[in-house]
């Protein structure tokens, strides 16, 4: 795996919650680089490098995902799945970002291999206050193996 750019794969389909979560990352001068898909579909091609994808280094893997779990085509909960499934994408760091409250899904997330669960809260002040901690966290002190020197 390669440690070019590091970056961010936000899942994400509602426009208002791409923008209030980059807003969020802008605010808190968390990321260099967010890059967005829309549906889980997108998110396997995205980090597979097929389909629309095709021709970008699947080894240049994000520094963290943020995954939505109501998603069009595939769940955010199916896509952890896959990706779990598969040895090249097994460790990547992946934090349900989401604004279901059923505990089904904090335990299927757990149980599938999510590292984290976060609710997105509705106001935009504990919205960035939530981001800012993330990021803290998965982006500042989290060492992922591909970023690390060795």
Not at 34 to 63: C, I, M, W, Y
Not at 79 to 94: G, M, Q, Y
Not at 96 to 107: E, I
Not at 110 to 139: C, D, H, I, M
């Amino acid at each position: 795996m390669t440690r070019d750019t590091t970056y961010i794969l936000l899942v994400e389909d509602n426009q208002d919650d791409i923008d209030l979560t980059l807003r969020a990352l802008r605010l808190n001068n968390l990321a260099n680089e967010v890059v967005v898909v829309k549906d889980g579909a997108e998110a396997l091609d995205f980090l597979s490098a097929t389909g629309a994808h095709a021709g970008r280094n699947p080894d240049h893997l994000p520094q963290l995902v943020l995954l939505d779990i109501n998603l069009p085509k595939l769940s955010g909960l199916e896509v952890l799945k896959r990706l779990r499934a598969s040895e090249r994408t097994r460790i990547l760091p992946i934090v349900m970002l989401t604004t279901s409250r059923q505990d089904r899904d904090v335990v299927e997330s757990y149980s599938s291999g999510a590292n984290s669960y976060v609710q997105k809260p509705v106001a935009f002040t504990e919205f960035t206050e939530a981001v800012r901690q993330l990021g803290g966290y998965w982006l500042l002190l989290n060492q992922v193996p591909w970023t690390t020197n060795s």
